[in-house]
């Protein structure tokens, strides 16, 4: 099977109806066009999925869904498998699928192209121009674009014009990083270990600790989640933890002013 890109694959549905920003279109509209059968009902241990058919293909949708972005998101990601994973079995999607950008080709592939539909690079560079990186910033983004605070943050880290790393955290221990391009800091050797003791991610799995908005950018150091060597200064770093309290996960924003 031949790999497909899923901001590729995103591209093509703009060209195909002649859409030119998020503006354009109604993400259910897409969804109908394809004469896919959409319903939203409670699902067990998923956020979405979507079963194919000889004829039709259906996606559900979890109506338990909290947030209207994820929501948005999680149809997205189901419409990127259709547009490239026709008759190929899937999981069903979860926050840990939804949210891990390497948990495989396909998962990946669906959202990127969730993420390019719904945050296309362009228009999301020139929304980002100028602007102070911080938590706020990213609420802004997710608020803007009508998706998640997860997939918002993912975008940034991508193409923002802010340097940031990523840290994804399940039940205490590291499962991945990742950072923006050309950004290129020493990572403590800990994946699949536990969390650093210093961090604001550590506070959540050992206390339950959840910050206000107002508080949620938090001071740490450079040795917390970085090697630094005998030359390097402990610098001052930031820490911004999404918790999703129901997979027991953090996804942890570093980044310095």
């Known amino acids: 099977m031949i790999k497909q890109s899923g901001k590729l694959a995103a591209r093509r549905l703009y060209e195909e109806f002649g859409l030119e920003n998020t503006n354009d279109f109604v993400l259910e509209d897409l969804v109908h066009v394809r004469d896919i059968i959409f319903e939203e009902k409670p699902l067990e241990n998923c956020d979405g999925k979507i079963m194919f058919g000889a004829s039709k293909s ?6 338990n869904i909290k947030y209207p972005g994820r929501r948005r998101f999680t149809i997205a990601h189901e419409l990127g498998h259709f547009e490239m994973h026709r008759g ?11 949210d891990y950008f390497q948990h495989g080709n396909r998962e990946y592939e669906a959202n990127e192209f969730a993420t390019e539909l719904l945050m296309p690079e362009l228009e999301f560079r020139n929304f980002v121009k100028g602007k102070r990186f911080s938590p706020d910033l990213l609420r802004e983004i997710a608020a803007h674009f009508n998706t998640s605070i997860t997939s918002s943050v993912f975008r940034y ?7 940031i790393y990523l840290f994804h955290s399940c039940n205490g221990k590291l499962n991945y990083w990742k950072s923006s391009p050309n950004y290129f800091l020493t990572v403590k050797d800990i994946t699949r270990l536990s969390v650093p003791i210093d961090s604001v991610a550590r506070e959540f799995f050992d206390k339950g600790i959840i910050y206000s908005k107002e508080e949620s950018a938090q001071e740490i150091v450079k040795s917390t989640w970085f090697v630094t060597n005998g030359y390097d200064s402990d610098d001052l770093f930031y820490e911004y933890a999404i918790v999703t309290k129901d997979y027991n996960t953090v996804l942890s924003v570093v980044w310095e002013e």
């Open 58 to 63: 259906m996606i559900s949708i979890n109506s």
């Open 88 to 98: 190929v079995e899937l999981p069903d999607d979860t926050p840990l699928t939804l």
């Open 157 to 163: 880290q991508q193409i923002g014009n802010h340097p």
